[in-house]
């Protein structure tokens, strides 16, 4: 559909005063014909060759003259049609409909005008939009604190894994970890030294897991990580990895004023023994992780 086809977006004020700009536009040199010809016809009037030649070409002129005023008002109307078009879709959000692939944006030529300055503007005002949504989008599925996947984006992936799981027979395994003691660690040391600590855990967690692996802070001191394609005798390998690591590491506060250890509790679980959706290996690897925290620090637990 074409802008003037879509006139009705277009506020009515402007509207009509480009249709009576184009009325007076064409009824200007409908006039002026209408003047030369009584100038060279003659009353009564003879149908001779001449008076007709040149009535016809006074009227074919005049219709000329209206025809290139239709084109002008033309010219200006569809850009304002396609402008109010876009900045419609830029206001609902839709920006990937708002404006037609970005032109040379590196400045206007001499011979641009008004209308093509304000598009130009629109259009860069609608990419910088689209790059700061695409921004909020990626920001939105990280924990700002170790940089790992929040709680709303793992729920999402691991329901994929699951479905790639049974499609091609293959396991996935889920890790539910919790850091053991950190509140006590966080009241005592203060606010930045357990910010400090949660993201060296992150850096040692990170360590043991392949490209593939997906890692998330669902919680101030609980991780969890989908493992695709391992099983449980695979991750128990690694679980206990990250927890002898962690329990070796020495966390310090800025400045070195603390210097204490921290263990990790996990539970895992695995499609399809313990479930298969993600609601099942969720809990089935939170009960574990609780059951290992009941039982005293730095426990694993894969079954029961």
Sequence with gaps: MSDTAKVKVVPSGLRYKLLVSFCLM?????????????????????????????????????????????????????????????AQNIAEGKLDRAVLPDPDLTGQTEDSDEIEGLTKSLKIISRNARELMDKVDRLS??????????????????????QRAVHYQRPCSFVY????????YAAQHGVEASEEALKSVAKIIERHLSEFDRPARIRKDEFVIIFPDKNK???????EGISREI???????????????LTVCAGISENPMDGVSVDELFVKARDRMRSAKSKGHNIIEAFG
């Design 26 to 86: 064409s009824l200007l040199p409908i006039l002026t014909g209408v003047y030369v010809v009584s100038l060279f016809v003659k009353f009564p009037f003879e149908a001779s060759s001449g008076n007709l030649s040149a009535i016809s070409l006074i009227t074919l002129f005049s219709l000329s003259i209206s025809f290139f005023g239709y084109l002008i008002v033309k010219q200006i109307f569809s850009p304002l049609a396609g402008l109010v078009i876009s």
């Design 141 to 162: 599925l990280k924990d700002a604190l170790t940089g790992f996947y929040n709680a709303t984006y793992i729920r999402e992936r691991l329901k994929e894994e699951i």
């Design 177 to 184: 970890l919790n850091v053991d003691g950190f509140n006590d």
């Design 233 to 239: 005798k695979k991750i128990m390998e690694i679980a």
């Design 247 to 261: 329990a070796a590491f020495s966390f310090g506060a800025k400045g070195g004023t603390a210097n204490q250890r």
